[in-house]
């Protein structure tokens, strides 16, 4: 019978550090998604705060973790690291079918920035990794739908309103894990929604992604993300990961009467199978090609570990698109991973029928609907034991709800206990209690921050302090008001938290000298705060103002000048300076630069810069190995 229990699992992991106080107003190189026939910037001004203060020194640190365990499967879930699937083995065979990361190293990839690969992650509500992935999030035991421990994870996602849910079960006897994600909306109007599942495999040589689709459609990088529509047949190199030179993600096109899943094979014919309810229809392969920058990244993500792809399902055709969830919907839907052997997949449409026929073995598409009416019904009891807690959101969220006279927001089966509420989010049940927010010293750090559902309340206190106009101007600022946000922002000033805020709304009006005038004001007022100085650096160190970056540097404490960020922004300055052997220097340092983004440039173009002056130093085009995090080839980076 599948049992869970609770564990502790020690791996190499960086510390993810403080979350950054400021407000979330930007996702640094935020792209485009469509939603509704209209295209609009990725969800700028979040109410959840940046975790982007972690490093690159991994020790070994305990992580608290479910085990759910049949007679053919173990499966370990990540508990505070958004209930990921870290490692799931097939007993029988001794076989690890996950792609299993040598520790925990974020990036900056995800929403929130922090970021780490591996496993299967469980993408929700906004465009990206999930907010949750480095976060803890709620986990409960269960009772399966045969009777066996399952177990649920829930949280409330806060920029969407919405609760997501997601059961796993392991059926004794199967060698497939199966879970059921539900969504649920209970507001009175329809909000974008997204959910993708990302899962890492092993990169392999010569392995294979297979889908049920003859046509493929990949986003020209190159050109501006104009779509490109591939037949999979002419063109079977698409599909072999190691013959991909760049980063690239692969659509596939399914067809409507056929039961999307995706596969991955290795040359030997064995391999992993995921596959869904027809809800969840997108497919989409993402690899880091064999150039120097993928394979960098692949190192940067897991040091000395081995390379990975992700094979991935999603509510949309394209991870740029939402979909649009009615007032008052209840999604959910079942998928299921498993192994795959004796898969012959040189023959592209044999090789499709060949994984659909070994489902046919294994009874996964004949029970599939059944098991998911099972897994829905047992989906709807109030869980045995809660064993762990997630964020303090679910619960404040509630009882505003209950105050407004709005539906409750928990139900049984996802309860949010108001003991999960922390010390920290407490300003926020003063307001529901006594109508205005607690007096703070503007030099302390305003705590978490709020969507536009608080903005009666926001709006209706008597005597507005700093803290009530800092967070107005930030409700303000999500629904799209900039104007309003600007004016709350003003009215508090002189505020270093403010001027920031103010800072950003010029450089997102692309007005860089007002951005820097207020980012420097703010920093006076802040003079130790970390995060803002790392948000300077990046700005003035694509500005080439020599004068306005070398007085903020010389200015900075000695703890501050030893920070990532700020060895960069000097190297810049040297560049500036014309003091081109010193500026090489910083290339031949060891890459400390923790939270570079996933496709920033900043790294390749003061390379090229450098190279460019002086040729001696190298190919203008090709950084050094240590700092070479192109996306592109090298005549394609603007």
């Not at 997601?166 to 974008?192: M, R």
Request: hydrophobic share 40%; proline share 7%; net charge negative.
């Amino acid at each position: 019978m599948a049992t869970l229990t609770l564990s502790w699992l020690e791996l190499p992991s960086a510390d993810l550090g403080e979350e950054n106080p400021h407000a979330a107003l930007y996702q640094p190189l935020g792209p485009v998604v469509t939603f509704e026939g209209r295209e609009i910037r990725a969800d700028h001004g979040m109410p959840y705060r940046q975790l982007d203060g972690y490093t690159r020194d991994r020790e070994m640190r305990r992580h608290r973790v479910a085990v759910l365990e049949s007679d053919r499967l173990k499966a370990v879930f990540l508990l505070d690291l958004g209930g990921r699937l870290w490692s799931l083995t097939h007993k029988l065979s001794g076989r690890e079918l996950l792609h299993v990361n040598s520790g925990i190293q974020p990036a900056n990839f995800a929403i929130r920035n922090a970021w780490f690969s591996g496993g299967i992650e469980w993408n929700v509500g906004i465009f990206g990794h999930s907010v949750f992935t480095c976060s803890p999030v709620f986990a409960a035991k269960t009772v399966s739908p045969d009777g066996d421990d399952g177990m649920r994870l829930w949280e409330y996602e806060r920029r969407r309103g919405v609760v997501w849910q997601l059961d796993v079960w392991a059926p004794e006897g199967s060698d497939f894990l199966y879970w059921s994600p539900k969504l649920i909306n209970k507001q009175t109007h329809t909000v974008p929604m997204y959910w993708w599942t990302c899962i890492a495999v092993n990169e392999e040589p010569e392995s294979r992604v297979l889908a049920p689709a003859i046509t493929a459609m990949e986003p020209d990088h190159s050109a501006g993300d104009v779509p490109v529509t591939h037949n999979l047949i002419d063109e079977p190199d698409l599909t072999y990961p190691q013959r991909r030179d760049l980063p690239h993600d692969t659509y596939f096109d399914i067809p409507a009467e056929q039961q999307p899943w995706i596969a991955h094979v290795s040359k030997g014919g064995e391999g992993v199978v995921h596959l869904s309810s027809h809800k969840l229809f997108g497919r989409k392969q993402w690899v880091w090609g064999m150039e120097s920058c993928g394979r960098r990244w692949q190192d940067w993500l897991n040091p000395s570990g081995l390379p990975y792809i992700e094979i991935q399902g999603g509510l949309a055709a394209r991870q740029t698109e939402y979909v649009a969830m009615p007032p008052g919907a209840e999604w959910s839907w079942l998928e299921a991973y498993g192994p795959l052997n004796n898969v012959d997949a040189a023959d592209w449409s044999n090789a499709k029928v060949e994984v659909i026929g070994k489902l046919a073995e294994a009874a996964i598409g004949s029970e599939f609907e059944m098991r998911f009416e099972k897994l829905s019904a047992a989906s709807e009891a109030e869980p045995v034991e809660i064993l762990n807690s997630g964020s303090s959101w679910g619960a404040i969220e509630s009882k505003r709800c209950e105050m407004e006279g709005q539906r409750p927001l928990d139900s049984p089966p996802a309860p949010f206990p108001e003991d999960s509420i922390g010390a920290e989010d407490q300003p926020w049940l003063h307001l529901l209690e006594h109508g205005e927010l607690p007096i703070m010293d503007p030099a302390q750090a305003p705590g978490s921050y709020v969507g536009p559902e608080w903005r009666a309340l926001l709006e209706a206190q008597e005597a507005k302090s700093w803290l009530s106009w800092l967070h107005l101007g930030c409700v303000y600022f999500q629904i799209g008001d900039t104007e309003k946000a600007r004016e709350a922002w003003e009215s508090i000033l002189p505020n270093g938290w403010a001027s920031r805020n103010l800072g950003v709304l010029d450089m997102l009006a692309g007005n860089q000298v007002s951005a820097a005038s207020r980012l420097l004001e703010a920093h006076e007022l802040l003079p130790n705060q970390p995060h803002l100085v790392d948000e300077i650096c990046r700005l003035l160190t694509g500005m080439d103002d020599q004068s306005v970056l070398g007085s903020f540097l010389e200015g900075l404490s000695v703890e501050l000048q030893c920070r990532p960020r700020v060895r960069l922004a000097r190297a810049k300055l040297l560049q500036l300076q014309g003091d081109l052997d010193a500026d090489s220097a910083y290339f031949q340092s060891t890459c400390d630069l923790a939270d570079i983004r996933e496709a920033e440039t900043t790294v390749s173009d003061l390379w090229r810069a450098l190279c460019t002056r002086d040729p001696r130093f190298g190919d203008p085009a090709f950084p050094p190995k240590e700092w070479d995090f192109r996306m592109k080839h090298s005549c394609e980076q603007g």
